[in-house]
Nanobody, 117 residues
Framework: QVQLVESGGGLVQPGGSLRLSCVGS????????MKWYRQAPGMQRELVAG???????TYADTVQGRFNISRDTAKSTVYLQMNNLKPEDTEVYYC???????????WGKGTQVTVSS
């Protein structure tokens, strides 16, 4: 069974940084596009950043210039480096893996990020 496990969330002051990690198991990690989403209570889940199997990246306008997504295929891990965090970044962050060839689509259980003084 495929598993995606996020870690690295927590409480940070405004202007601080966190690095989220998502480790995939039982997955051919190198072929999957990896994405980070976030969701606040009562809100729709929104795309934060994505990285293709080839390393191309995309970002939501709200995080462009502050967040950086990267992947380490050898470790089956995708990262989200979050800098200059703002209170509005307070949400649960989810890892997603998609393989367009097969339609496979997997989600992690999420990690809470709270930005507060």
């Amino acid at each position: 069974q495929v598993q995606l496990v996020e870690s690295g969330g927590g409480l940070v002051q405004p202007g601080g940084s966190l690095r989220l990690s998502c480790v995939g198991s039982r997955i051919i990690f190198r072929v999957y596009a990896m994405k980070w989403y976030r969701q606040a209570p009562g809100m729709q889940r929104e795309l934060v950043a994505g990285i293709t199997s080839g390393g191309n990246t995309t970002y939501a306008d709200t995080v462009q210039g502050r967040f950086n997504i990267s992947r380490d295929t050898a470790k089956s891990t995708v990262y989200l480096q979050m800098n200059n965090l703002k209170p509005e970044d307070t949400e649960v962050y989810y890892c997603n893996a998609q393989w367009t060839v097969t339609g496979d689509d997997y989600w992690g259980k999420g990690t809470q990020v709270t930005v507060s003084s």
